[in-house]
Structure formats: structure tokens, C-alpha cells
DNA sequence: CTGAAAGCGCTTACAG
DNA sequence: CTGAAAGCGCTTACAG
């Protein structure tokens, strides 16, 4: 799908000669009468020259209107009166060419099957918002990989790359760090490349000695068979409370990292001779299919087993499951993600190292 | 957060001096020695002139081979070798200046809260990168409504918008309407604006032809408050059935269009002295609500009281719930959106008309 | 088929 | 404070 204006090259006089032209009639006339039928009308093609033609000025004092401001009072106004009436806009692509930034950030999503990730889109894209970005996103697809998303971000002279979940291989991080793009990571810790993440080796501590705490003797780690960063670090802080405590560290894998896969996952778990007394969860969706299969087992949660999941969803709060976990501190994570993006782009060097927000242990009903 | 890039501003000799100055050098090795020692290096700032340098031919030749292709073998040959070493690909932002489209398309988020619209918004954003555009997503801010967001798109010059879900209101889809870009929507059905949407008054017609079928004779339609369009088709569908059966239309509100939502409209209503013996709810949320103070109630689903929800989210089939819903087949409606989406970037007007997507009953456990 | 030139809409030193 | 001019990186009639 190769998108064409539907609107006739533009005839060839220069830039004097259409002044005179349009002399002081508004823009909007004149494309009306332009207009061909299809593309009907109005607003987005109003020029800066218009304005300035309408305001009695230049282009270069409308501009400066607009900019960085150094104009007299009385201009200001006669520029903000006809920009106004004319309904101008500076056009974000053009002033972009003149080596300011476009305001544009791209999120390159390589996951998007845990409700997790929506809840950091979504948060993500206030944030950007807010900051009065624009977020371009650019999802993985089975066709596009990281690296040639990255490249259509780059076509786009984007200020900074945020690259959201997934696997992204080594040789990726290489190509990314040499960017003249900064490159940011949120929720992996890889080195070499700026970012944000949750703790998670501090989160498998946390969860595994509180879990010791409550009294639980047999502990599994549930997860998905994937070698993906957080995994292995949640994995390790877990190994590390019950090494400390003594207790071996039982372990259940999955393919998928989904309800069923938890639910699977879990079912193998309660079907071993010694029936393990506490679940710790990569994720929320695990650990909420890992509920469901004690129900199917008739286990009391969480009197015969605790359930302990990660990531704290909104799900998770909900009555029907009540189900204790990590919550990531998502809104700190944001927030120092975006101060990086405000550093480069008032001309700091990016930044080399993940920021590290510690993980805060909910407790509901699951696990206590 | 104004965004400056760090380089200092370019010397102001003309083109031809700059040709000469970087010879047949590549940009990569003259930038490295430019650079500041902040913004490190490299790639996308290689031009098409230095392609048209190294590869001995003009600028303009250069512009073909990755345009429209009027280029003999031999120079493309040289051209493409030449781009390959020195990494090029054109800039986006400057082509787009031309007059060809920007390949952006906005999305314009109402709302987010509805796990539904996570859904939606993944196979948008999918279905956008496999056309080969890029999405600027702009959600609703406590600051920027709807007309907001479409003034920052309208900047980058997005060859459409999507507004998806949210109460746009007939003032803004009058200006919408006068936009010289095309717009749609998803999901609504707002009078002169084109689109699509599930077929919410069928939906609502089917489902209470369902339960009533299954025997219900006491049957509420649960939702929030607010007046949004596709709530009152689905309500005047599920009357439509119900009149037609001579059974009378049992309802019941809420503020909020949630979970809980659900909760507390369904505990009112089966606090009544009659209590209803069939939900109809507006959405699975809400539906998952009720099914929630069901068990709260002790009452039996669907034995008791049948439950039906809207939107077939993904949690609807999970064992836990088994959630009888309907599907709006939203793989059709994205299809659709996108073939409106191609057409009008061939150059035909924009629809003004929202077509219409059969919803599919889908029965599981909690109405059967 | 190819290159020189003008132009897209804007910004920014430069010289008043 | 202001305007004329050059430039951002690209494309597209135009004239070879």
C-alpha cells in the first residue's frame, strides 16, 4: 500500500510569484476552489507564508513567533491574530528538517501477549503524552524483527528508541548501542544499553524469604522454559533466600508463558509424590493458572499450597483471586525512564546503565 | 521537555563546497572526527549525496533508485552497492516534505481502561506495520482530549487517523468530518464519519434471542450509566427480542464500566425481590463482575441466574470462567478499517459510512 | 536514462 | 527587533 496525495503537483512559480498570487485572500479560498473533489478541503495546508502575508511580516518573524520568541509585542500579536484565523499549525515534519528534533519517540514492542506489557504501553504512551512526545509504535511482527523496527524508527529521525519487552539478542543490543539514536530498554537489564527495570533478583529474595517466613518448607519456582534475563534473575534472588534458609529449590517449566502454561505447569507440580507447600510464579498469569489447577486439584489456597506471582496486574487485586505478588513499582519505572529521555534530549550523553526500581511484596490472599 | 539535538549547527557553506569538502570520503569517517564526543556517531546521517558521491552519479538518480525506480541496471547496480557501505536509507520525514504521504496513520486512544481495547489496539498497531506504515499513538490525557490529539497528529501530516473508542462528541466529529485528513473510527458509529464497528444492535438482538430461547424470562441488561453509542444499540437490540417475546426489559446501572462495576450492579439486583434470572452485560468486564457476586450470592450460573457478556476478551474462556459472551470479530473489522485506510491513499475520498460487523454468539459455560 | 534546478515548509545565522 | 537568504534531505518536472 504505497500512499499517494491525491492533490496535483503543485505548479512551478516560485515563492515571490505565489505571494502575489495569493495576495491577502485567505489560503482557504484558494484550496477550495484548488480542491479536486476527492480530497475536499481546508486547514492542514495553510503555510507560514500565509500567515506572515496575512500578519504583514516575514516568514522568518512568524517563525520566530512560534520558536523561540524574539519578536516584538505588537508583531506577536498581529502573527498570533492571523494565525488564528487562518488555523496555522506549524507543520511538525518541516520544522523537524531544520535539525530540531522531530518530538517523536518510538516504542518498539517485541512482546505483547502478557497483560503486563499493556499495562506499561499504556502508561508508556501517557507518559510520552505528557512529556509532549509523540510515540511512534512499532510492534514485532512475524515479518519484523527488533532490528528492522529499529530501522523504521530510524527513518524517521525519532529523538530516542525505547525497546519494551521481548528477547532481543546480544548482536541487536551491539547494533542498537552504536546508534546515533539513544536506545533505551525497559524491564531487561542488558548491559550496555540504558534503561529502567523491575529488581527482579531482589524480587525472587523478597518473595522466597517470605515465603520461608510463612512457614513454607517445599518451595517450586514456576516459570516458563526461556532463558529471558528477568526469568533467570527472579530465579537466582529465589535460589539465594532459600540457600540461605537451608531448602532446596524446586523447579517447573512451561513452554508458554501464559494461564495455561501456568495451569500445566502447576498440575505437573501437585501430581509429584512430595506435593510442593508454596508456588513462586514468573508471572501473574502464571500464577493464576497455577490457582486454577489447585482448585481442579482440590488444594486449599493457601492452606495446603501458597500461590506467589510477579508483576501484580490489576487482576491480581481482583476478589475472585486475591492473589499475592510483586508489584514492579511501574509508575517509578516510568517516571526515571522518561528523565533519561529528557537528559539526551537536552544534550547529555545517553546513558549505559539500567536503573533498578526495587519491587514491593503485595499481599493477598494466595500467599500469606 | 524541549528536545535539541547537541550537534552544533552545520557551517553554512553551499552544497557544492560541501561535496567537495567530504571528496569520495565517507560521511562515517567525517563525522567521527566532528563528532562532539555526546551524540557519538554514525549511521542515519548518512545522505543521499554522499550515496550519489560515492556511486558517481546525481542526487536525483539516487532518489529514483529508491523511488519509483527509472534507474538503468548499471546505475542502480553502483547506486544500491553504494548505500549498502554506507548504510543508508532515506529519511522519511525529508521525502514526506515532498508531497508524498508521511506513511504515519494516527491512532487516537478515548479510552483505555477496557481490556478489550488492549486487544484492539495490538491487532491495530499489527495490522498497520504489515501495510508498511508507522502508528502515532496519541492517547487521551486528563490535558488533551480528542480534538487535542487530533491537532498533534494533523502536525505530522498522518496520511489517516483512527479514533478508537470514547465518547467523541458530535461538535468534534463535525470538525473531524471538515479535516482535509481522512478520518475513521473504531468501534462507534457516529453519523458521517466512516469506520467500523461491530453490529452492536444484532449483538444485543441475538443474545436476548439466545436467552430467551434457553428459557429466561427475567432478563436485565447491565451497564454503566453513561449514554456511549454502541451501549444503546446493544440495549435497544436486546429490547427488540425481548418485545417480541412479550418479556419485559429488567435493567440496572454503574458507574463505572469495570469489574467492580459489575460487582455492585449485579449485588443490587440480585438483592431484589425478584431477582432477574439472566445478565445481559455490556461488556466481559462487567459480566466477570457479576459472575463474581454470583458466587457471593451463592447463586448457581447458570442454573440460577445465566450470565452473558460483549466482546469475547480473551479471560472469557478461561477455565475459571467460562464466560458465554459475544465476539465482534475483530480480525474482520481491522480488516476492513484497513482496506478503507488503502483506499483512500490510492487517492479515493473517504468513507463517510461505518460498516458493519456481524458479532458471533459464542456459549460457553455461564448461558447455555 | 540522467543531471541541474526548483521546491516542500520550516529555521537560523547574518546584516541591518 | 526584523527580513532576505541559505539550508535541512528529499522529489519531480524539465531539458537534454
Not at 486449599?300 to 501458597?306: G, H, L, M, Q, T
Not at 508483576?311 to 517509578?332: E, T
Request: with cysteine.
Amino acid at each position: 500500500m504505497q500512499c499517494k496525495t491525491a492533490r496535483p503537483h503543485p505548479s512551478r512559480h516560485g515563492r515571490l510569484a505565489k505571494r502575489r498570487a495569493l495576495g491577502s485572500e485567505s489560503p482557504w479560498t484558494e484550496k477550495r476552489r484548488q480542491s479536486t473533489g476527492s480530497v475536499a478541503s481546508v486547514k492542514s495546508r495553510v503555510t507560514a507564508q500565509h500567515v506572515a502575508d496575512k500578519a504583514g511580516v516575514s516568514r522568518s518573524a512568524v517563525s520566530r513567533c512560534f520558536g523561540d520568541g524574539l519578536v516584538s509585542d505588537d508583531t506577536r500579536k498581529r502573527i498570533e491574530a492571523a494565525a488564528e484565523a487562518l488555523g496555522y499549525r506549524p507543520n511538525a515534519i518541516a520544522r523537524s528538517l531544520t535539525g530540531r528534533s522531530t518530538g517523536l519517540v518510538a516504542l518498539l514492542l517485541a512482546e505483547m501477549e502478557n497483560p503486563h506489557v499493556d499495562l506499561v504501553l499504556k502508561k508508556l504512551l501517557l507518559a510520552i503524552a505528557e512529556a509532549d512526545k509523540r510515540a511512534l509504535v512499532i510492534p514485532e511482527t512475524p515479518r519484523q524483527d527488533v532490528t528492522e523496527s529499529t530501522m523504521h524508527a530510524l527513518d524517521y529521525q525519532v529523538d530516542a528508541i525505547i525497546v519494551v519487552g521481548g528477547t532481543v539478542s546480544d548482536r541487536v543490543v551491539g547494533q542498537l548501542r552504536a546508534l546515533d539514536t539513544p536506545v533505551f530498554q525497559f524491564g531487561r537489564q542488558l548491559d550496555g544499553l540504558g534503561g529502567v527495570a523491575c529488581d527482579s533478583h531482589l524480587g525472587g529474595l523478597l518473595g522466597g524469604q517470605f515465603l520461608i517466613r510463612s512457614g513454607r518448607r517445599r518451595i517450586a519456582y514456576m516459570t516458563k522454559a526461556s532463558q529471558t534475563d528477568s526469568n533467570q534473575r527472579r530465579r537466582a534472588g529465589l535460589a539465594a533466600a532459600l540457600d540461605a534458609a537451608g531448602l532446596p529449590l524446586l523447579e517447573e517449566h512451561s513452554e508458554e508463558n501464559s494461564f495455561e502454561g501456568g495451569y500445566n505447569a502447576a498440575t505437573r507440580l501437585f501430581a509429584r509424590l512430595e506435593r510442593p507447600d508454596a508456588l513462586f510464579c514468573f508471572n501473574d498469569m502464571f500464577a493464576l493458572g497455577a490457582l486454577q489447577a489447585a482448585a481442579a486439584f482440590r488444594l486449599r489456597v493457601p492452606e495446603d499450597v501458597a500461590i506467589l506471582g510477579f508483576d501484580d496486574i490489576p487482576m491480581a487485586a481482583w476478589p475472585a483471586f486475591g492473589l499475592s505478588s510483586l508489584r514492579p513499582n511501574l509508575d517509578a519505572q516510568v517516571a526515571r525512564l522518561m528523565a533519561m529521555i529528557a537528559e539526551v534530549c537536552d544534550g547529555a550523553p545517553p546513558r549505559r546503565t539500567v536503573d533498578l526500581v526495587v519491587p514491593e511484596l503485595v499481599i493477598r490472599r494466595t500467599a500469606c
